[in-house]
């Protein structure tokens, strides 16, 4: 369904900055995967999203998504079929808009932005019951202006928006790891209930192992730009955290650290 | 004294719904658009040229908010398509606009005293008014008008588009729309506002001047924030409200200043001045919020 090949990508070419991330990089993902992808600190994770999104361009190599080239196309066309959920918990959602205001306008993707009423006080209740699974009191909330949500309140809002409307890839970066244990678990919890019901192909990057783990239909390993663990099946069904860390940590004295 | 109170409620909300278009661009855009000392005597000169052209004002006035939108796309496309920087962009339309304003009037400044304007015309609806309430009440129904349509338009869907480019440009691409073309289309709205201001500034005083847009934009930016900051504490006030309240604050100085002996063509410093002022009163009041919010935080610990 997605397919990246041949991604090279430098950054800063020609300057002391000059760093070069991808040289020669493939990953394809099925219909209907969910990917869970692990990796250091600076292992190209975000960039691989940004690279899928339009973010960045690439130097060379094409970006696939069932059969249509994306690679010279606009972010903003390649977001009529892909949703996403930044690192950043201030990046899904407008600050200056209230929780009903956000919510209304990432309903209305993928139709026409004119000048019917922008809030969706029809479907008001239906948000009010997305918000009551978060277990955050946000469901009571509708009116405040998101700015002042806290930094986890804020991405697992920014979660619900992204699925509104049913993408058919879905990027997922680290988006629990601004939440408290338990938030994090009820909101990992209710990402996996909207990839299944919805049938959503996913790729997400955690740095929580036990996520890695639990959930998806396959797990990626990066480090340095490169994919160095890629299983599903029964083999991933049979590999512990243990095993994860010991590949994380022949990684790093490979590196000499 | 009464005319000095009423000249000033006239400026107030003239240059108040210049301000609501500066609100547009320099709070909800985040774009300092320097075109609007352009586009202000833009709108002048489309209104004087028509009138003194025969032309109803009414579509006088239309077709000045028109010019002024088309103005403001013009500096969006620049930005947006061009990569040239905001400022830049507001900078290069105004130069543009000076040579565009002189040609479409044709001289440096028209006279056209005693040619029908939307003042006249609306008088004739009330004959017993004196003409000085006619006038004032006319500034202010469409004052009120602007207010309200510009209320109405932040409400739907575009102008939710509107409010999240300016704060989030991410956002609005992964909702598929191509944050460009919203930044353009705010740049015309908040233009035309601005050159309506403009046009009914011109056909009040029944003369265009090539040079009357120099210090617009410094206005309009004090009037948002004195709106922003100042009305803010009072809740069941809109900006939209308080920019109106903002300008008459600011002509009400200026007035003062002006009548204590300046002359009118110190009119520029004096606004500067009392920009500065708005601008240290701002950071003021905001210190003044913090420390008030650290001492509320150290409560609740
Ligand atoms: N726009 C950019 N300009 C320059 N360098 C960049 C840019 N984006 C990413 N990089 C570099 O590419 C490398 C990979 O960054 P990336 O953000 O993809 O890492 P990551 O795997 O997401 O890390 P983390 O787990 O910390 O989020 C880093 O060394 C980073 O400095
Ligand atoms: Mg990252």
New interface residues.
């Given amino acids: 369904m997605l397919s990246l090949s041949n991604i090279h990508k430098t950054f800063n070419p020609g300057t002391p900055d000059e760093k070069t991330l991808f040289t020669d990089f493939n990953l394809n993902i099925n219909k209907n995967e969910f990917v869970a992808m692990v990796g250091s600190n600076g292992s190209g994770k975000t960039t691989i999203l940004n690279v899928i999104t339009g973010g960045i361009p690439v130097d060379d190599g094409t970006v696939m998504l069932d059969g249509i080239n994306l690679t010279k196309m606009?972010?903003?066309?390649r977001?009529?079929r892909i949703?996403?959920v930044?690192q950043d918990p201030?990046?899904?959602?407008?600050?200056?808009?209230t929780i009903f205001?956000n919510m209304?306008?990432?309903d209305?993707?993928?139709k026409?932005?004119?000048?019917?009423?922008?809030?969706n006080a029809k479907r008001k209740y239906f948000y009010q019951s997305q918000l009551e699974v978060l277990g955050m009191g946000l469901e009571n909330r509708l009116n405040t202006p998101v700015h002042s949500l806290s930094g986890g309140q804020r991405q697992a809002l920014a979660l619900i928006m992204?699925t509104m409307t049913t993408p058919d890839l879905l990027l997922l970066d680290e988006h629990t790891a601004a939440l408290d244990p338990k938030s994090s678990d009820i909101v990992m919890h209710l990402t996996n209930e909207i990839v299944h019901q919805k049938n959503i192909t996913t790729l997400m990057v955690t740095h929580n192992l036990r996520h890695a783990i639990e959930y998806g239909t396959r797990s990626i390993m990066m480090h340095e730009g490169n994919i160095v663990l890629d299983i599903s099946g029964s083999k991933r069904a049979d590999y512990t955290i243990d095993d994860y860390l010991k590949i994380f940590n022949e990684i790093s004295i490979e590196c000499g650290n | 004294m009464l005319s000095i109170i009423i000249g000033i409620l006239e400026q107030g909300f003239i240059f108040g719904i210049m301000a609501l278009g500066v609100y547009i661009s320099y709070s909800i855009l985040d774009f300092p658009d320097l075109s609007v000392d352009g586009t202000f005597p833009l709108g002048a000169a489309v209104s004087a040229a028509m009138i003194t052209a025969g032309v109803n004002p009414w579509l006088a006035l239309l077709l000045s908010v028109i010019a002024g939108g088309i103005a403001g796309a013009i500096t969006g496309i620049l930005n947006v398509k061009l990569k040239i920087t905001d400022l830049l962009s507001g900078i290069l339309m105004m130069t543009a606009l000076y040579s565009v304003n002189y040609r479409i009037a044709g001289s440096p400044n028209i006279f056209f005293m005693g040619e029908k304007t939307i003042f006249t015309s609306f008088s004739q609806f009330i004959p017993k008014l004196p003409d000085v309430y006619s006038r004032l009440i006319l500034i202010v129904l469409i004052a009120i008008a602007a207010k309200l349509a510009l209320d109405w338009?932040l409400?739907?869907?575009?102008?939710?588009?509107l409010?999240?480019v300016?704060?989030?440009e991410?956002?609005?691409?992964?909702?598929?729309?191509?944050?460009g073309r919203v930044k353009i289309i705010g740049l015309a709205v908040a233009n035309a506002l601005v050159a309506l201001a403009g046009a009914v500034n011109c056909q009040r005083f029944t003369q265009f001047d090539v040079s009357s847009g120099v210090g617009t934009i410094v206005m309009g930016l004090a009037a948002v924030i004195i709106g922003t900051t100042v009305f803010k504490k009072v809740k069941f006030l809109r900006v939209t409200t308080g920019v109106f309240f903002g300008m008459i604050i600011y002509k009400t100085c200026i007035t003062i200043a002006i009548n204590s002996g300046l002359n009118a063509s110190d009119m520029n410093l004096v606004i500067t001045v009392l920009f500065v002022l708005t601008l240290v009163l701002n950071t003021f009041i905001n210190k003044n919020k913090k420390a008030k919010g650290a001492a509320a935080n150290a409560v609740i610990k």
Avoid: W
Wanted: aromatic share 8%.
């Fill in positions: 606009a972010d903003y066309k977001s009529k949703a996403r930044f201030s990046a899904g959602t407008c600050p200056t808009m205001e209304s306008i990432a209305n993707k993928g026409i932005y004119g000048l019917g009423h922008g809030l992204a | 338009y409400k739907t869907k575009s102008g939710f588009l409010r999240s300016g704060s989030n991410g956002l609005v691409i992964t909702l598929a729309q191509n944050p």
